[in-house]
C-alpha cells in the first residue's frame, strides 16, 4: 500500500507564498513522475507542474514564472515553491505520483489534497 501525504496549505494574502510538500510512503520500490494538480470550485482538476526522477520539469502556463516544483528523491518527496500568489490559485491542491511498488505493481496515487486560498 502507498500513501501521499501534503501539507504546507492555507491562507494568505495575495501576493504572498507558500511551500507545499507531499511525502510517499509504503511498499515502494521507486517513483517515476511526481506532481501537482489543482481543482477550484466548481471546476475540473487540472495539472499545476510535474517533474521527471531525473529533475525535468512542466509546468501550467498559467503558473510560469511563479511556482516551482522541485523533489529529493531519497526522502520521496515533492514539493511546490508558490509566490505572487493570486485569488484565481485557490483551490484544493493534490500530490500525484506513479510509483512501482515492491511486488511488480504500477499505479498512480493521490494525495488526500490541501486547501489553498488566496485572498484578494
Known amino acids: 500500500q502507498v500513501q501521499l501525504v501534503e501539507s504546507g496549505g492555507g491562507l494568505v494574502q495575495a501576493g504572498g507564498s507558500l511551500r507545499l510538500s507531499c511525502a510517499a510512503s509504503?511498499?515502494?520500490?521507486?517513483?517515476?513522475?511526481m506532481g501537482w494538480y489543482r481543482q477550484a470550485p466548481g471546476k475540473q482538476r487540472e495539472l499545476v507542474a510535474t517533474?521527471?526522477?531525473?529533475?525535468?520539469?512542466v509546468t501550467a502556463d498559467s503558473v510560469k514564472g511563479r511556482f516551482t516544483i522541485s523533489r529529493n528523491n531519497a526522502e520521496k518527496s515533492v514539493y511546490l515553491q508558490m509566490n505572487s500568489l493570486k485569488p484565481e490559485d485557490t483551490g484544493v491542491y493534490y500530490c500525484?505520483?506513479?510509483?512501482?511498488?515492491?511486488?511488480?505493481?504500477?499505479?498512480?496515487?493521490w494525495g488526500q489534497g490541501t486547501q489553498v486560498t488566496v485572498s484578494s
Open positions: 500525484n505520483a506513479e510509483v512501482f511498488e515492491v511486488w511488480g505493481r504500477r499505479g498512480a496515487y
Open positions: 509504503g511498499s515502494i520500490s521507486s517513483i517515476n513522475d
Open positions: 517533474i521527471t526522477n531525473d529533475g525535468a520539469t
